[in-house]
């Protein structure tokens, strides 16, 4: 199983509030609800989504977005934000069937590989949760997305990506994590993430990017955490404040793009 650090949960939660990434998300969702004719997720009775934390942005996603769905799986492997996720979703989704698997992605496919499966998704949410799955895995991931949403002939199958856009931009945080390791494997970019959809038989319909600050001013243990899932092995504070100083110079950036990318299947095979 991959690296995954002990007090994520609360490492995320803090790691957002040196940010206006909530307000910002919150914003772009609503241009997306100003959307809905075209986008098509009004119809939405079945979703799957994949490292979905507490659940936090995912269960907003649905509230807006999808009011009219009747069931929803998660896959989170960190046991502390499942156990949140099941209580989020006993709370905010009262009347809807959920099911919450604590494994891996890969985990996920693989289990599903072995077994015949029934299921069938409308729609799949991968929220800012890509850059932790190797590239081979991702594969395999469409892959099994396109039997699923594959199944449902009668509607089209729309998977929402969050991913980091503007990889190249100085500020871009990833680039902390080729300061922490040089070797770092390669985290996708939304360029990446676009080709490897459309290679899999999906086209990128809409998509929305959105700015937001951050703030990584007297790091601590939600930096630390965070960086530590990105290049797989705990990462120290001193270590950590140089990665940091190497590409803010203030240590904050006004810089930060994230894109939400909504794809659907191109053809069915
Ligand atoms: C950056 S957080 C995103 C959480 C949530 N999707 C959101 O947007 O707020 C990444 C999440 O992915 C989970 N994760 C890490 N590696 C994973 C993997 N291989 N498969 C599934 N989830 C994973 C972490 O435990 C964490 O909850």
């Known amino acids: 199983m991959a690296f995954l650090p002990t ?22 969702l609503q241009t997306m609800k100003n959307d809905e004719d075209s986008l098509g997720l009004r119809a939405t009775t079945s979703c ?17 977005l999808m009011p009219g769905l009747r069931s929803f799986t998660a896959v989170e492997p960190d046991a502390a934000s499942a156990a949140e996720l099941r209580l989020n979703v006993q709370r905010h989704l009262p009347n809807v069937s959920a ?5 891996t992605t890969e985990e996920f496919v693989k289990s599903q590989a ?61 680039k902390m994590a080729h300061e922490l390791d040089p070797n770092c494997r390669t985290i996708p970019s939304s360029d990446d993430i676009e080709r490897e959809f459309s290679e899999e038989g999906f086209s990128l319909c809409r998509q929305y990017e959105f700015q937001f600050w951050q703030d990584f001013t007297d790091p601590d243990t939600s930096i630390l955490t965070m960086f530590s899932l990105i290049v797989r092995r705990p990462v120290e504070l001193e270590e950590m404040r140089r990665a940091i100083s190497a590409v803010w110079k203030n240590w904050k950036t006004e810089e930060s793009y994230l894109k939400i990318m909504v794809f659907n299947i191109a053809s069915f095979r």
């Open 99 to 103: 099911v919450v698997h604590q494994m």
């Open 48 to 64: 799957i989504s994949f490292g979905t934390g507490s659940g936090r942005y995912e269960l907003e996603s649905i509230a807006l």
């Open 114 to 174: 072995e077994v015949e499966s029934e299921s069938a998704y409308d729609v799949v949410l991968l929220f800012s949760i890509l850059y932790y799955v190797d590239e081979g895995d991702r594969k395999l991931l469409y892959r099994k997305l396109v039997e699923d949403l594959g199944r449902t002939f009668d509607k089209t199958g729309k998977v929402l990506v969050i991913n980091r856009s503007r990889t190249d931009h100085p500020e871009c945080m990833m």
């Open 7 to 28: 007090g994520y949960n609360s490492a995320y939660v803090g790691f957002r509030a040196r940010s206006n990434f909530s307000e910002k998300f919150t914003e772009t």
